[in-house]
């Protein structure tokens, strides 16, 4: 049998299901793991030790007496701290939150417990899941780079192997970003099929809670388990018929990501996966102003009150961000979010004939040092539009980092592109994680 | 501010500023100079996009419904 912490979140799930492993077992496994590496990655803002180990000790009776909670009984899991969950304190990175502050589960959380799942704590973000300072959580792969973000230590934590999955958000490439610098996989459902309940917004318009795991099965196991609104069927495929978007997706990106994602897709296509290249439309060109117009604006008014009650607590940086996206005039924010209708009834017409579109996740691999979390610019499309979208490892660049592939589906296909994954997943492998 | 016709990305910030000044006090706004950069360029984008009058926002809901039919 593999070693725990080599296990999927599947597999973790299935062993201990059938008796083979015992949540306990599991618990302390990552928890000595996260002891002696969390020193070095910083993956984690809040570890319940002694809170993980009770539920652990009560799931594995109830195991044994073949009382599953749920898909996910006896699997922990890493919360990334924009999200309350009982029992444990939301500070988002941030001075402004009050570390002594109780909390009712939030959505997510709530589903993951009713599914069975072990929180094992909370996952380090950006402040405030935004632009301001990053945790100086370390790449896995290389601990002079990034390990992405916001979602910070959910992507690090599952690279790093301190735990087999974790939830994080995504904004612009918050969550599948951290997901491929990585080398893991993470998936952006279509917006509003996680719940936002209890989770500190950056942008409501734009704000997804998404799912970062070892594997595209993970993936499926996990949404299916926690998805308030898990969308239509996925489409049966005998030949999946794949849109790669080259404009903008190919053309911004670096030569070796190119390359890496060009000998993916010819794996693919030897496979018999009919691959197709696939043109955008005018309108997008746009994308990131119709974006960061909308962002700003409802960063700006959900943190105003914040500023002004404890703007001496907040980053610099922050500060003038909240500052400076207050003046946005309304009838811009609006005009925006008028274009955003216009361009997502621009792209809709792009599923006609393929069910997943196809494109490098990141332009580059995670960049050298800790300041900045890397290039959101091939993912924030995606959360504009709220279209479903999946990252997998597909090789790595010269330097030795992750690249990802990312398939994109339309809203409510969900299923859909998570069995494109897995369909994509079993032909390229999955990454062997660093040591 | 106007939205047409449509503004450079010069008078969008010209604005901006102005209204930093106003605002927050004077050597703040100066330091917001570089995101206030970033917002000027999308208005003028987006002031320059010729939107149908039929068009309405797309606010949360509405995407977390909206074109969910099979396809």
């Known amino acids: ?435 | 501010m106007r939205l047409k016709p449509p503004v450079s990305v010069d008078h969008a910030r010209n604005y901006l500023m102005s209204c930093a000044e106003l605002a927050w006090d004077g050597p703040q706004a100066l330091e917001l100079g570089p995101i206030l950069d970033g917002i000027a360029n999308a208005m003028a984008i987006v002031s320059a996009l010729d939107i149908p009058d039929d068009i309405e926002p797309l606010f949360g809901e509405d995407i977390a419904t909206a074109g969910q039919e099979p396809r």
Request: net charge negative; proline share 7%; charged share 15%.
């Open chain 1, 1 to 435: 049998m593999t070693g725990i912490l080599d296990m999927t979140a599947t597999e973790l799930a299935g062993n201990i299901a059938s008796g083979l492993v015992d949540p306990v077992e599991a618990v302390s496994s990552y928890l000595e793991r996260i002891e002696a590496r969390e020193p070095l990655w910083r993956a984690w803002a809040h570890i319940d030790r002694d809170g993980a180990l009770a539920e652990a000790r009560v799931m594995t009776e109830e195991a044994r007496s073949g009382a599953l909670r749920g898909p996910l009984h006896g699997v922990p899991v890493g919360i990334k701290d924009v999200f309350h969950a009982q029992g444990m304190p939301t500070l988002a990175n941030s001075k402004t939150m009050d570390p002594n502050a109780t909390y009712a589960d939030s959505g997510v959380v709530a589903a993951l417990r009713s599914a069975g799942a072990i929180i094992l704590g909370k996952c380090e973000t950006v402040e405030f899941a935004g632009m301001g300072v990053p945790p100086g959580s370390r790449n896995p792969w290389n601990p002079a780079h990034t390990g992405g973000g916001s979602s910070s230590g959910s992507g690090v934590a599952v690279g790093a192997r301190m735990v087999p999955a974790t939830i994080g958000t995504q904004t612009g490439g918050s969550n599948l970003r951290p997901a491929s610098y990585n080398g893991v996989a993470g998936f952006k459902p279509s917006y509003g099929a996680l719940s936002r309940d209890g989770l500190l917004p950056v942008s409501w318009s734009l704000d997804h809670p998404g799912l970062i795991a070892r594997s595209a099965e993970d993936l499926d196991l996990i949404f299916g388990a926690i998805a308030q609104n898990p969308g239509l069927e996925a489409k049966q495929q005998d030949a999946w018929r794949i849109g790669v978007l080259r404009d903008f997706f190919f053309e911004t990106s670096e030569t070796d990501t190119v390359a890496v994602v060009d000998a993916a897709l010819a794996r693919l296509c030897a496979a018999g996966m009919q691959v197709d290249t696939v043109a955008l439309p005018e309108l997008f060109s746009a994308h990131h102003a119709i974006h960061h117009l909308i962002m700003s604006t409802e960063m700006a008014a959900y943190h105003a009150p914040r500023l002004a009650s404890a703007g001496e607590r907040m980053s610099g940086r922050h500060k003038l961000l909240v500052q400076a996206f207050a003046l946005v005039p309304a009838g811009y924010y609006l005009q925006a979010l008028r274009a955003r209708r216009m361009l997502r009834d621009a792209m809709l017409p792009l599923f006609d004939a393929h069910p997943v579109l196809a494109m490098p996740t990141t332009p580059a691999p995670a960049p050298e040092g800790l300041e900045s979390t890397g290039n959101a610019s091939l993912l924030s499309p995606w959360s504009l539009l709220g279209f479903p979208a999946a990252t997998i490892p597909c090789g790595l660049a010269e330097n030795g980092l992750p690249l990802g592939l990312q398939l994109v589906g339309a809203p409510g296909t969900d299923r859909t592109v998570i069995q494109a994954a897995i369909a994509a997943e079993r032909v390229l492998g999955r990454l062997e994680l660093p040591a």
